[in-house]
């Protein structure tokens, strides 16, 4: 059937669509503090109250019922008690307060008239306004009632419930059982509390058998306790005559439930309190209870307490709402429980009335709907009245909506919505005011606003008008509106202005327009450079102790000189610069530095740079940088008889990582008080097994390393002492030495205390012969050293040494070898005993490597041949002639040493295109053996040395002479000389680089021409061989500004050679020019040239003829060698070839089988040198000269022998 809509009706629909869309547009929210600005009539608007509930707690002095209120004119207050008329001002007890509606009731002990519900009513004569009702409530002191309560009689196994049914009072309510001595009554699965304060017991047990259960019941908000009298519970046990089974047995029954006791209930709940369901039930086993919720899961939310008879869900919502279920059950059976929950809620505003400003003449709408469960009832009052009570011809009422038509001056009023249901009530004054009123700009005059480039500024135009009024922009007196994209223009009048440029600076002026007038307002925008941090702080790692420094430099509008400034903040805090002697934070040029830092100063540091219109930041971490703090809480663990686990916390490592931990010990027998490292792990371990050994008493500690250093250990474990064990190890390093014939002295490390594993330790020496099969000989000692007697000369032997203690034998230990002693120096009247190797190494060979080194190669001696320990081999060589020269001359004799078992050696410094000659030798510990047979060879040709004269003799305008003579050691033939030289006048650049080359190996002079006047110039010469050229020398000077006869050179470039010898070029060198032999300088260089030969040819001559010939028993005293001192020692006596004993550092012949009449190459000069050698066996290299000088290279230090 199709519904018909009656004129009328159709009319007021179309009507209530126009007020819609004009209210959307034309009414406004009344800004009550701006109404404050203008001198208008206000309705009244109470802006205090109290709570809708205010209890008379007993300790409070006093209970005030707020009401304030403000309006045009002043408000009048009135209220009512329980809907009466109530003036607080004939109550001489209540104190009123003057021009407010609040009135103070004073504790007096008698407040009980008081109690009611008070409304506050606010008039003036533009209408009133109401407050929430508020209850005023008087709570008595809640009590038991004073009962003589029977014993509670049970028999074991029932159940039975003691009541507490607490007094009513003041929520919330704590209830408590405990005994007359304020005991808990103790709570489990068979006995508890109900939500109602009653104790349920499941069934009864002999010892709930009391005469003191008493229920207390605490009202938190008025601090009262009361308690119930005690009651007595008697529990009868099974008779005595029946059978000891029997007696003691309690009959099972399956569960019922105590409460609830129906088999369904619904409960009520307001959204957002919290649900509590109970089960309780009795049988025997104690039934235990589940929880389930029909057709879904119980909530996240749910939680089970009281030993699972309680289900509690905080805070429920619609969703919680449903059907519940809770199930009692044993090994007999089960009991079960439906709730039904619906959860309701209290009005809450869908849309709450607005106050409006409309102007006259319009049609005014007011909206106010509300939800809940139930839905809520809607009830509108105006100025307090119900609108039954207040009739006016051109308002309507449609549902939750009033409509005010052609609204007049006269219906400004306050309309109150009042929402309500069963679990609350919602009040909303809405302040209607009908008028019309030309733009008032509440906004100051003149506003200065400065904005940064870039971004953002808002201008203010606030403005009051009825109607709305419209409101435009113009910049610098235009009269035409701003506009573009960068600007906007809001519902309030201000205009916003998105990324400010500079040509946005100027005046701007608001104007504002309605029906009843216009009005503007002007403000002047000024643009600033933005604020901007240009040197920032990067994060910073510092030592502890140190001094951090933080940098910061912003740039800012100079405008901003006194206002700008440059704070620094600690994690989001200021930091306080009091510049104090204390203070260690200073602040200078924007730099922050903060003295002696400690751990307590990292954190993120933030600089600030502000001005009044905008700042910017930039943050740096700051990180101390310290040693790690002591590992902690150190535990052994996993204790065995030579091992331990140690665990440890590590301590913080201060933004280092820690690398490694070390372990330390410290035992309490042999060096007590004295910490070892024991052991070190990786930085990423906390824990490690420590290998101990037996019978010491050992504590530990730990500390960590990083990259800063060393922490401080930790405190140090309880003791932990091993139990006695044999010797883990054995001695090392075993030396075998024979210092005297037939004797072999076998030393080695001891073991160290802490090593002997417990008492009594000593050594098994256990030694036989290497060559021949013979028993091991052993013998116990305690000491660390043995000596066998009565041993053969240098012969093999076997040793092992094995440590023992009251708990057993070492390991078994490893055979070393050594060789007992070798012969002595001694006289067997009259043949000589000879102990130093008797061979000489053979096919002795020499290849060349370059023109300065050589390798020689040999076949080594046999063992039989070296009568004691090798200590290596020795070469010797000496230099016959230059190839150059025919004549033959002998240099230096060089001696190189080479410890150990070699075949072969690099002889190096020998001089290029030269005859040599060399032998090869070995040595022991007691001195060289015989040289090998002389061998001769050659080095091929290399390049010259530098030359030792170069000079510029003759300085014209445009040429220049020069001078030299031959190179010392031309190392092969000349072939000539390369003579180069360029312009270096005093600028960066140089000239190029002319090269001469002299093809004529006798030239000695050159003449360079075409030469620049008056300019400088260096000039390089160099010897070449057809290898090639050698080093070269310089030589610079200036040429003169006309031609003359001589000119002065400059001084030498290259140092003078110390000893010039008259060779054939150098005395040819006086004559080459006219010109030079009349030169001073080289007449006084000819003369010391002279008187240094002279003295040179004298020194050779006395050194030659003063005694050729030394004894190897003087050498060895001038050159003690390590080894053959020790050695010597022991030997009888000293020998030589003569019959008298030679003083110390004579010269005499080396050996009695070379004869005197040998040649000049023989190896009377040539032979035995002696030479010392490290112990590592590292390379040794001794030069010693034959007639001039003999030097020996020896370990550590150069040492001269006196020729």
């Not at 070492?810 to 070898?817: A, S, Y």
Request: glycine fraction near 6%.
């Amino acid at each position: 059937m199709r519904m018909q809509r009656s004129p009328e009706l159709t009319a007021v629909l179309g009507l209530i669509t126009c007020i819609c869309v004009f209210h959307t547009t034309t009414a406004i929210d009344i800004p009550l503090e701006v109404l404050s600005h203008i001198n208008i009539e206000q309705l009244p608007t109470i802006t205090a109250q109290s709570p809708s509930s205010l209890i008379a707690f007993p300790f409070d002095e006093s209970f005030p019922m707020t009401c304030e209120a403000k309006g045009n004119p002043e408000p009048e207050f009135r209220w009512t008690k329980n809907g009466q008329e109530f003036d607080p001002s004939l109550d001489p007890r209540l104190m009123k307060e003057e021009n407010s509606g609040t009135f103070v009731i004073p504790n007096n002990g008698n407040l009980t008239e008081y109690q009611g519900t008070y409304r506050c009513y606010v008039s003036n004569k533009l209408g009133t306004a109401i407050s929430k009702e508020i209850e005023f409530i008087v709570p008595h002191v809640p009590k038991f009632p004073k009962e003589t309560l029977d014993p509670v009689v049970v028999e074991e196994g029932q159940p039975f419930t003691l009541k507490c049914n607490p007094p009513k009072g003041i929520p919330p309510l704590q209830i408590y059982w405990m005994t007359i001595n304020l005991q808990h009554i103790e709570q489990d699965e068979r006995v508890s509390m109900g939500l109602n304060g009653d104790l349920y017991f499941s069934h009864a047990v002999e010892k709930d058998s009391r005469r003191d259960y008493c229920c207390f019941a605490a009202f938190p908000r008025i601090r009262t306790i009361v308690q119930k009298t005690a009651m007595s519970v008697i529990v009868q046990t099974k008779k005595s005559d029946m059978s000891p089974e029997s007696a003691n047995a309690i009959l099972e029954r399956k569960p019922s439930l105590l409460t609830p006791s129906t088999a369904t209930s619904e409960t009520q709940l307001v959204k957002g309190e919290d649900l509590k369901l109970e089960c309780i039930a009795e049988g025997f086993p104690t039934p235990q209870v589940e929880w389930v919720k029909i057709g879904h899961q119980l909530p996240i939310k749910a939680k089970v307490e009281n030993h699972g008879k309680l289900l509690l869900v905080p805070r429920v919502e619609q969703e919680d709402s449903g059907k519940y279920m809770c199930k009692a059950k044993n090994g007999l059976g089960e009991a079960v429980h439906y709730f039904t929950l619906k959860v309701e809620e209290p009005p809450e505003w869908v849309i709450e009335p607005e106050s409006q400003l409309s102007m006259i003449g319009s049609d005014v709408l007011i909206k106010c709907s509300a939800s809940g469960t139930p839905q809520p009832t809607i009830t509108w009052r105006v100025n307090g009245e119900l609108l039954q009570g207040a009739p006016a011809p051109n308002r309507k009422v449609f549902d939750d909506t009033i409509v005010l038509r052609n609204a007049k001056a006269s219906d400004s009023a306050v309309y109150q919505c009042e929402a309500s249901n069963k679990h609350g009530t919602l009040l909303s004054n809405a302040n209607i005011m009908i008028m019309n009123l030309s733009p008032m700009i509440l906004t100051k005059e003149g506003e200065d606003y400065s904005a940064v480039e870039g971004n953002g500024v808002m201008m203010h135009c606030n403005v009051f008008s009825s109607p709305p009024s419209t409101i435009t922009w113009s910049k610098d007196d235009s009269s035409e509106s701003v506009e573009g994209p960068r600007l906007t223009i809001h519902d309030n009048g201000s205009l916003e202005i998105y990324s400010v440029e500079k040509d946005d600076t100027g005046q701007y002026t608001c104007l504002a327009k309605n029906t009843e007038g216009s009005s503007a307002v002007d403000a002047m925008l000024y643009v600033k450079d933005p604020t901007r941090i240009v040197v920032a702080q990067e994060d910073l790692q510092i030592l502890i102790g140190t001094t951090a420094q933080l940098s910061c430099l912003a740039e800012y509008d100079k405008s901003f000189s006194n206002d700008f400034e440059l704070l620094w903040e600690k994690d989001d805090m200021k930091i306080a610069l009091n510049n104090t002697e204390n203070s260690r934070y200073f602040v200078e040029d924007g730099i922050l530095q903060i003295i002696n830092v400690s751990h307590r100063d990292q954190g993120v540091y933030t600089c600030v740079a502000r001005t009044p219109v905008d700042r910017d930041t930039a943050s740096a971490l700051l990180m101390v940088l310290d040693v790690p703090d002591a590992p902690e809480y150190l535990v052994l663990s996993e204790h065995k008889s030579k091992s331990v686990k140690l665990k440890w916390i590590p301590g913080d490592d201060h933004n280092s990582s820690t690398t490694e931990f070390i372990i330390e010990y410290e035992e309490s027998q042999w060096e007590p008080g004295n910490w070892k490292e024991l052991l070190r792990v990786p930085g990423n371990h906390n824990s490690a097994v420590l290998k101990l050994h037996g019978h010491v008493d050992y504590r530990f500690r730990v500390s960590g390393l990083n990259a800063v250093g060393r922490g401080l250990p930790s405190e140090p474990t309880e003791r932990y002492k091993t139990p006695p064990a044999a010797p883990d190890k054995n001695p090392e390093n075993i030396k075998i030495e024979g210092h005297l014939p037939h004797e072999m002295d076998i030393n080695w490390e001891p073991l160290l205390p802490i090593e002997h594993n417990g008492p009594g330790l000593e050594y098994k020496v256990s030694y036989r012969r290497q060559d021949v099969e013979e028993d091991w000989k052993e013998h116990m000692v305690k000491r660390h050293s043995f000596v066998v007697k009565n041993t053969p000369t240098f012969m093999p032997y076997e040793i092992k040494i094995q440590a023992r203690n009251h708990q057993g034998w070492g390991p078994e230990p490893k055979i070393v070898t050594g060789y007992s002693g070798e012969d002595s120096f001694f006289w067997t009247c009259p043949q000589e005993v000879s102990s130093v190797p008797s061979a000489a190494p053979e096919d002795v060979a020499v290849e060349g490597l370059n023109s300065s080194v050589v390798k020689v190669s040999w076949t080594r001696v046999h063992k039989d041949k070296l009568h004691g320990h090798l200590g290596g081999y020795r070469i010797n060589w000496w230099r016959l002639r230059s190839l150059v020269a025919s004549k033959k001359s002998h240099g230096d004799k060089h001696t190189l040493t080479f410890p150990g078992d070699q075949s072969h050696a690099t002889v190096p410094g020998l001089t290029p295109f030269s005859e040599y000659s060399l032998i090869v030798m070995t040595f022991n510990g007691r001195g060289n053996g015989p040289g090998s047979h002389p061998l001769n060879f050659k080095t091929p040709e290399g390049v010259p040395e530098k030359n030792p004269v170069f000079r510029v003799t003759d300085v014209q305008k445009h040429t220049v002479s020069l001078v030299w003579a031959p190179p010392l050691e031309p190392n092969g033939i000349l072939t000539g000389y390369l003579l180069e030289y360029q312009l270096i006048n005093d600028t960066e650049e140089v000239g190029p680089l002319q090269t001469v080359d002299i093809s004529n190996p006798d030239t000695t002079k050159w003449n360079l021409r075409d030469l620049e006047p008056v300019s400088k110039y260096k000039f390089y010469l160099r010897s070449c061989t057809t290898v090639g050229c050698g080093p070269v020398v310089s030589e610079e000077c200036t040429t003169t500004l006309e031609t003359s006869k001589s000119a002065s050179p400059s001084p030498p470039s290259t140092p003078r050679s110390p000893v010039t010898k008259p060779t054939r070029s150098t005395i040819g060198l006086a004559s080459i020019h006219g010109g030079i032999s009349t030169q001073g300088w080289f007449i006084g260089l000819m003369c010391a040239i002279a008187l240094l030969t002279l003295i040179v040819l004298i020194a050779c001559f006395v050194n030659r003829n003063k005694g050729g010939k030394y004894s190897v028993k003087e050498k060895e005293d001038l050159h003690p060698d390590v080894e053959s001192q020790g050695m010597n020692d022991d030997t009888f006596c000293e020998y030589s070839d003569n019959d008298e004993k030679p003083l110390k550092g004579s010269q005499h012949s080396l050996s009695r089988e070379i004869k005197a009449g040998d040649s000049g190459d023989s190896l009377v000069d040539y032979g035995d040198e002696d030479v010392q050698f490290n112990e590592d066996g590292s390379f040794i290299g001794e030069y010693a000269g034959r007639k001039e000088k003999r030097v020996s290279a020896e370990i550590k230090a150069t040492i001269q022998t006196p020729a």
